[in-house]
Structures are given as C-alpha cells and as structure tokens.
C-alpha cells in the first residue's frame, strides 16, 4: 500500500524514492556479496519505481511540461545509464527546447545502448533535419525503417525529409508505406493527396 501512495502522491517522493533505491542498491553491491538475495530486492524497487517515474515523465512530456519530465527523465538516467527508453525522452525534451546537440547527444547514446533501436535515429534524423543537413537526416531515417519496417513515424519524416530535397517520387512511396501498415491515418492520406496534387497526379489523389 505505501508504494501505491508514493506512486500517486507527489512527484518529489517518486524521485526520492528512486535515488533511496539505488543508494540501497549501490551499498547492497558494496557490502553484502554474500546476500545476493538484498541486492535483488534493491533492483526490483529501483525498477518499480524507475517505470513509475518514466511514466510520469512521458505524462509531463504530452502535457509540454518540459522542465520536470526533464528533472525526472535525469534522475532516472543517473540511476540507469543505459535506460534507452528514457535517453529517447531526453533527446525528444532537448529537440521540443531547440537544444539540438543534447537532443544529438542523447540520440547516439541510446543508440550506443541498442544499436537497433529505430527511434533513436528517427530522432537523429529529425536533429539533421532541423540543421538543414538533409543528407544526413535521410541517412538515419532509413536506418529507422529498414530496422523496423512498421515504423510508421519513420515513414512520415523520411517522407518530409524527400520532399524537402525535391525526390517527391520517392516521398510518394515513403507515405504509402506508412498507409500499408495503418490505412486510416488521415493526416498521412490528406499529406499524400496534397503532394499527389503538387505533382500533377490528381487522378491518383482522387483515388486515396
């Protein structure tokens, strides 16, 4: 019952809890080698309230609360370096703040931590973009497909990045990859039927 009360009361005793929970664990690995069973109780409550925290800071992140899904997202970070999860959120806070080399930063580090994490390029990609460097942004947003083919988000920026260098034929077939994998995405058919008509093909928008 008292973690339940942690969880849903205020936000300081979720991070205090965490940074209790990993001192526990740090000082579990230190002195008790012959108790291996503390040591994994210390882990468990570091993740449980980890996922808590992580879920609090992706809720302050939709409601543009950038500054505290921050604080959060670092606490966590500190306790978990390679939590790839919440490097992915840090990259996306510093991009929504214009703070584009901590959004590369975080970026490379989650993809250091999995090299086959498709997010961590697409928000690579969108660093690049933002700088104009639009080889570079389709480079990593076509990592992010070929690594997961149902990336639809994938497809929606690399269909942005294409339009932008002008290969409008090819952004045509990046938004209807997306399409295959989610035909009701209204923004992706209206996006791809004003392109259609930008080149000419108004049969072909008709038709969407």
């Not at 921050?70 to 939590?83: G, L, S, Y």
């Not at 580090?109 to 997010?119: F, Q, S, T």
């Not at 690579?124 to 990336?151: C, M, T």
């Not at 639809?152 to 942005?160: E, F, R």
């Amino acid at each position: 019952m008292l973690m339940l009360q942690v969880i849903s009361g205020s936000p300081l005793a979720v991070v205090a809890a965490v940074q209790k929970a990993q001192q526990q664990h740090v000082a579990a690995t230190l002195t008790s080698t012959g108790a291996p069973v503390a040591v994994n109780i210390d882990i468990q409550v570091l993740t449980f309230f980890s996922v808590a925290l992580t879920d609090m800071a992706h809720r302050e992140y939709q409601a543009g609360d950038y500054a505290n899904a921050e604080q959060h997202c670092v606490t966590i970070w500190r306790a978990d370096p390679n939590n790839v999860s919440v490097l992915l959120l840090l990259s996306s806070i510093h991009f929504q703040l214009k703070d584009l080399d901590k959004s590369m930063q975080f970026s490379t580090m989650a993809i250091k931590a999995n090299p086959k994490c498709a997010e961590a390029y697409s928000n690579l990609g969108n660093v690049y973009k933002e700088r104009n460097q639009l080889a570079e942004a389709l480079e990593n947003y076509k990592i992010a497909v070929s690594l997961k083919p149902d990336f639809i988000d994938g497809y929606i920026n690399l269909a942005a990045a294409l339009v932008a260098t002008g290969d409008l034929d090819q952004a045509v077939n990046a938004y209807v990859s997306a399409l295959q994998y989610n035909p009701d995405l209204y923004c992706v058919r209206s996006d791809l039927g004003n392109l259609l008509k930008a080149m000419g093909r108004l049969e072909d928008a008709k038709n969407l």
